[in-house]
């Protein structure tokens, strides 16, 4: 049973144009959301979060959005950099900080 | 600062075998996850450990359990390897169970042949 689903496994994108990574979940206990990127060889990094009482969440160029009613999550990268090019993983959790549920990734290539 | 370092980067082990991952956290963090992510999935949440203690459990069976040490290293230890156990284990130390930001290592990579 996934709880968090990234239905894209892939998504490419032209360098200065805005990546949209998509994420959907189905447990309506979650209540903090968050983004992990992970370079090849390497540890996810985090990369964003949003609490379920909001609906947006900037931090430079990287933007999530929430929509609760759907029980959905979005990432949107503006501009796209060849170095954004890596897995994505979205995850979830009912506690903050704890038992995070992750998605499945989607790889996203940046051409320059 | 030093980040979360994992040991073994690789490791190779028959059915049956028993097998211990290692994780030293990052500098101050006193939380520890273990997580279990297979070819082509995202990590699967094992366990938590704040201060010695489990705190936070997924669905995975007893024979996968965990210590944590007084200077808040971890060990991932796993009796009776099945084929299926073949993954990589990523460790992640945050600051605290409540912490924002999970901070993880570069994982091991086990093999169960």
């Known amino acids: 049973d996934q709880q968090v689903k990234q239905n894209s496994p892939s998504l490419s994108v032209q360098e200065g144009r805005i990546s949209i990574l998509n994420c959907d979940y189905t447990?309506?206990?979650?209540?903090?959301f968050l983004w992990y990127k992970k370079y090849p060889a390497e540890g996810p990094t985090f990369l964003i979060s949003?609490?379920?009482?909001?609906d947006k969440n900037e931090d430079g160029r990287f933007t999530v959005f929430l929509n609760k009613s759907a029980k959905h999550l979005s990432l949107h990268i503006v501009p796209s950099q060849p170095g954004d090019s890596a897995v994505y993983f979205c995850?979830?959790?009912?506690?903050?900080?704890?038992?995070?549920?992750f998605g499945a990734g989607t790889i996203l290539r940046v051409k320059s | 600062e030093t980040g979360v370092t994992q040991s073994p980067t690789h490791l190779i082990k028959t059915r049956g075998q028993q097998v211990t991952l290692r994780c030293s956290s990052q500098?101050?963090?006193?939380?520890v996850s273990w997580y279990q992510q297979a070819l082509g999935q995202g990590p699967q949440f094992i366990f938590q450990?704040?201060?010695?203690?489990?705190?936070g459990r997924g669905n995975f069976p007893p024979r996968f359990s965990g210590l944590q040490f007084p200077n808040y290293s971890s060990e991932l230890n796993v009796n009776a390897l099945e084929l299926d156990d073949s993954a990589l284990y990523l460790c992640?130390?945050?600051?605290?169970?409540?912490?924002?930001?999970?901070?993880f290592g570069p994982g091991t990579r086990l093999t169960v042949l």
């Open positions: 447990n309506s206990m979650f209540d903090y």
């Open positions: 949003i609490s379920s009482i909001k």
């Open positions: 992640a130390s945050s600051l605290g169970p409540t912490s924002n930001e999970q901070f």
């Open positions: 450990y704040y201060r010695e203690e489990e705190n």
């Open positions: 995850a979830a959790s009912e506690e903050y900080g704890n038992k995070l549920v």
């Open positions: 500098s101050g963090h006193n939380t």
